[in-house]
């Protein structure tokens, strides 16, 4: 097994693990770009207000991108910060040759556009894959940067299964961060994709066909065990916060994971499966950006 393997053999794709093996690579590649070239990928994260998710975020995402041999540049606003001075910071830190990835954390506050100021980010340093011309890069089959989520989904379905050419994979959900570009990535590995949604007709029956079921739609367990097929590998993207009883609650999946377990080939867990993917590409988008702006090759 390499080090970023989610553990094969076993029925559990376990996203930590391999999140911590591509991590480790990502520091070696880093200090090698240190040594051979001379400089060190930048890293600016915007938060604005104060969303206590978004803080904890923000914060594991500062932590890891320095433990990755990265820079960090935390800009934290006020959450009277009105869309203007939000766009002048971004036009700042898209002409700052040290910054080679800006990420805005949503969400924001109620005074600002997100998708104005996304849009405002430099393709080439959009790290969260989410500007308009890097969703078009990605439907085109061109060089853009690609959304973290479905991306570790990806990496986490590849290692696993190896060639995913010929597979029937279905995603149920549609947004623009999960959905869409999951549903693209799937196609460009040549699977037969079909997209679900909350209008999609016998939805049981769509997911019971699928070699693949990728769960992005963002309601607690609403993908069943028995829509699962006898082996199928199933990648739950859903992180809900549900009553637990007694005052208490805990995170679960968007699918029923202990119906779905004795059904499936391969399944994450929630939490402990795709969530610490997600920071790791980040990093990995981050590292891509700064070799790319630098014209050189990844190493």
């Known amino acids: 097994m390499n080090d970023t393997a989610a553990g094969t053999g076993g029925k559990i794709i376990d996203g930590k693990a391999f999140a911590a093996g591509l991590r480790r690579r990502i520091a070696e590649q880093v200090r090698t770009l240190q040594a051979k070239h001379g400089f060190t990928p ?8 104060e969303n206590p998710a978004s803080e904890v975020y923000v914060k594991n995402k500062g932590e890891q991108t320095k433990e990755s041999g990265m820079n960090s540049y935390e800009h934290k606003l006020p959450d ?3 869309q203007a001075e939000l766009l002048a910071l971004v036009d700042r830190l898209n002409k700052d040759a040290v910054v080679n990835g800006i990420l805005v954390q949503l969400p924001l506050p109620k005074q600002i556009d997100p998708q104005a100021v996304l849009n405002a980010v ?14 078009g890069r990605l439907a085109t089959g061109g060089q853009g940067l690609v959304p973290c989520t479905p991306l570790g989904c990806l990496l986490l379905l590849k290692d696993r299964l190896g060639d995913l050419t010929g597979k029937r994979a279905i995603v ?23 997209i679900a949604h909350s209008r999609t007709r016998d939805l049981a029956a769509e997911c019971r066909r699928a070699d693949i079921v990728i769960a992005a739609v963002g309601k607690a367990e609403m993908v069943r065990g028995d829509w699962i097929g006898p082996g199928a590998t199933v990648i739950d993207v859903g992180i809900n916060r549900v009553d637990a009883g007694g005052g208490k609650t805990k995170l679960v999946g968007d699918v029923a994971y202990a119906e779905a377990f004795p059904h499936a080939g391969a399944i994450t867990p ?3 499966g795709v969530g610490p993917m997600t920071i790791a590409c980040l990093l990995q ?3 891509t950006a700064a070799c790319r702006q630098r014209g050189i090759a990844v190493p």
């Open 270 to 272: 929630v939490p402990g």
């Open 285 to 287: 988008n981050t590292l």
């Open 42 to 49: 930048g890293l600016a994260v915007v938060l604005v207000g």
């Open 172 to 194: 149920v959900g549609r947004s623009n961060i999960v959905g869409k570009p999951m549903a693209q990535l799937l196609l460009n590995e040549n699977c037969t994709v079909t």
């Open 122 to 135: 430099d393709p080439d340093k959009d790290v969260d894959g989410f500007h308009v011309v890097n969703a």
């Open 80 to 82: 009277t910060t009105s």
